[in-house]
């Protein structure tokens, strides 16, 4: 056994976590050392994520590790992407981290536009129009706050935030810079002439960094804090890209579905494709591991069932929703990536009508509105396949599933069979596979990418599912 530790923080919106990793037998090991809540909260009239109390919960699982006894040789946090902090010239910040759930950026993308029009803006940055991107934050704030500029001196991305915290050092990390819709995707720098137009204030953007850059030591009060030293190292902060890290194939051409809350199906493109057809079909290039592109689509994924499952039958497990769900055979579908689901006063409710206002079978249970939503998720899977494959002109035999939506079995065979493509699922826990796997790579355990998902497919059960013939 190889006694050198690698820590992934991995923050979800609900909630984070710190995996410890280690080799054993040329095998990824994991180890859960400590869970904490996250969720918005509201103040001052704005939903805001409380960074100070996340970075307070990263230090104290940071002791857990001291106290078993595994102190890590390195460290990397991933989060979702979007929201940033704003720091003044004494590093003080300048207002809450503002979560990107929030209703401040409601029409501002119309001021946006009287600067860039959304064409040329998807043309220079190839990334899909989302009202809560950093680009639309930001017009937000010069609208709305407008003395936060002048005060500003750096922008940081929550986990450059929360790697300033442990380090002192500010570094921006490039799949998270991506998400702004402010990069370049041919440089891989700010586009400074675009944010210049936007009047925003250039010092704010820092250097970015790509995955596997080292940030720096801990500060020395963090260190007495946690128990000891260790580098910070970049993974690919945005969480959806260190997913995508841990697709375990060896395959160039290959689909994946990063399957949680959302479901995020995609190739990687070596160029980006910013062409108004791309555009026309809400396709996003977003940085990935080694200047990659995760070229995808925002799918609305298990949401829908998680709000169901809240609603009805709180006891229940996913494994049984899907069970029940698997005997029925209702062959209602409904449109899941309509607006109307994504944040519905009653998930179930919205489902039913949906049904009903298009004269199809209205479920009365558990099993009928899960089989609804996952024969729709199956449908919308097989659609976005056909897309892909035109706007690639490739063809793909496989599709990994990766993330916790890798569990859902039914849905699983009901993909492979509405696609006709072979699925491998797993690994579940892939965010902080794809975390330690860039942290490793960094320290010269893995060789590369490649070599990383060879390993990450021999360390974890990978389920293989075929489509009826």
């Not at 810079?177 to 704010?204: C, F, M, S």
């Not at 949680?260 to 290039?285: F, I, K």
């Amino acid at each position: 056994m190889d006694n050198r530790y690698y820590l992934a923080v991995d923050i979800g919106a609900s909630s984070g976590r710190h995996i410890l990793s280690h080799m054993e037998n040329g095998k990824i090991i994991l180890e859960e050392v400590y869970r904490f809540h996250n969720g918005m909260t509201e103040k001052d009239g704005h939903k805001i994520w409380d960074v100070d109390r996340l970075f307070e919960e990263i230090l104290t699982g940071m002791k857990k590790c001291s106290e078993i006894g595994k102190m890590p040789y390195s460290i990397g946090i991933d989060t979702w992407a979007v929201d940033f902090v704003l720091l003044d010239n004494d590093d003080r910040k300048i207002m809450d981290a503002v979560a990107y759930r929030d209703d401040r950026t409601a029409g501002i993308d119309k001021k946006v536009y009287e600067v860039i029009s959304e064409d040329e803006l998807y043309a220079r940055t190839g990334i899909q129009k989302q009202n809560f991107n950093t680009i639309y934050q930001l017009m937000a704030v010069k609208s709305q706050e407008p003395d936060a500029f002048e005060k500003a001196k750096s922008m940081l991305m929550i986990p450059d935030y929360l790697n300033f915290l442990l380090t002192g050092e500010k570094v921006q990390e490039y799949t998270n810079a991506t998400t702004t819709q402010l990069v370049n995707p041919v440089t891989k720098d700010w586009d400074y002439e675009l944010i210049d137009r936007l009047g925003y204030p250039k010092d704010i953007f820092g250097e970015i960094k790509n995955p596997g850059s080292e940030v720096g030591k801990l500060r020395s009060e963090v260190s007495r804090k946690v128990g000891f030293d260790c580098k910070v190292i970049l993974p690919a902060t945005h969480d959806t890209a260190s997913a995508v890290m841990a697709v375990p194939t060896q395959k160039d051409d290959t689909l994946y579905i990063s399957s949680g809350t959302w479901s995020l199906m995609g190739t990687e493109l070596v160029s980006a494709d910013c062409s108004s057809l791309s555009m026309e079909h809400n396709l996003t290039n977003e940085g990935g591991y080694d200047y990659r592109f995760r070229y995808l689509k925002n799918i609305m994924g298990l949401w829908m069932i998680q709000s169901v499952r809240k609603e009805i039958v709180p006891d229940m497990s996913f494994g049984q929703i899907c069970e029940l769900a698997s005997k029925e055979q209702i062959k209602s579908i409904v449109d899941v990536n309509d607006n109307r689901f994504l944040a519905p006063l009653n998930m179930t409710e919205e489902v039913k009508r949906a049904c009903a206002e298009s004269g199809q079978q209205v479920p009365d249970s558990i099993a009928q509105i899960a089989a609804v939503i996952y024969n729709s998720l199956a449908e919308c899977y097989a659609s976005t396949v056909k897309e892909i494959e035109g706007l690639t002109h490739k063809n793909y035999e496989y599709i990994h599933i990766v993330g916790g939506g890798a569990n859902a079995g039914y849905l699983n065979e009901l993909t492979a069979n509405e696609t006709r493509k072979t699925v491998y699922a797993g690994p579940t826990e892939a965010t902080a596979i794809g975390n330690i796997a860039s942290q490793m790579i960094a320290d010269g355990k893995l060789k590369d990418l490649k070599d990383a998902r060879r390993c990450i497919f021999d360390s974890f059960e990978i389920k293989e599912y075929n489509p009826d013939l």
